[in-house]
């Protein structure tokens, strides 16, 4: 049963677009309104981290932006709350570390993201082997468990990944945290054409996509893309008017090739 972050990025898939999903860190100052620019300049989702002290797949921008949120009081309620504001209306994910989770409690983390209106979660330290608890709260719930491959995976494990991936599936670029680079690495569109042979989800690339260039080209091969350090960094050093003018530069981009 596909949810409503799937039937969001198929419906542009079946256009004949490329999906584009930008990510903000919850919490930060103006970080709302960096959403509402995102929505509001062509995203078909928008990823919301959930600031925690050890975040182990990300690099120094988000890093730099989730210690001002901690600082700044945020929390996983605090955000949540915000998130219930922002009336953007396209789907929302959280990302977000395991010990959040399991902190809250599967099915009230779960319920949690539904009354906040979010409609899926990445939880990139949580194995498929160990998902079990929280994937079947999340089915219960209503909420869409992205699943990541990673470039190491044998080709034996990736359609097990798949086939428990709700959403999309998140097509890692790179070995690595997340970060901007100055070119795509190899490794992303490799990945993202093994996955694509193997599941009928949309497959998004993320990790190392750093402009529209690269966007485009990742997109040569899956159904779009997830962009992170580069958002994050343009909020931090512009605001939501440089996140949105951002976005629009992608979505353009994006739109102006013939797939």
Request: glycine share 10%; charged share 20%; net charge negative.
């Amino acid at each position: 049963m596909s949810g409503r972050l799937q039937n969001a990025l198929e419906a542009r898939i079946s256009a004949g677009g490329k999906c584009l999903v930008p990510y903000i860190t919850g919490g930060y100052p103006g970080w709302e309104d960096a959403v509402r620019a995102c929505a509001a300049n062509g995203a078909d989702a928008i990823e919301i981290g959930l600031p925690f002290s050890d975040p182990v797949m990300d690099g120094p921008i988000i890093q730099e932006a989730s210690q001002v949120a901690l600082d700044a009081g945020a929390t996983p309620v605090s955000i949540l709350h915000g998130v219930r504001t922002l009336d953007v209306g396209i789907p929302l994910a959280v990302m977000c570390y395991y010990n959040t989770v399991f902190h809250a409690g599967h099915e009230r983390f779960a319920a949690d993201l539904v009354a906040a209106g979010v409609s899926a979660a990445i939880i990139p330290d949580l194995p498929l082997e160990e998902s079990g608890e929280w994937t079947a709260a999340a089915d219960a719930a209503g909420v869409e468990t992205v699943m990541l491959a990673a470039p190491t995976a044998p080709d034996d494990r990736l359609p097990r990944v798949t086939a428990r991936a709700r959403g999309f599936v998140y097509s890692v670029g790179l070995l690595g945290v997340t970060g901007e680079r100055s070119s795509l690495a190899g490794t992303a569109t490799a990945l993202a054409a093994r996955v694509k042979k193997v599941t009928t989800m949309p497959v998004l690339v993320g990790v190392g996509v750093s402009n529209a260039d690269q966007a485009v080209e990742a997109s040569k091969v899956a159904d779009g893309v997830i962009m992170g350090a580069s958002v994050v960094r343009r909020m931090i050093e512009g605001g939501a008017d440089a996140v949105g003018a951002y976005v629009a530069e992608v979505r353009a981009a994006l739109d102006s090739e013939k797939w």
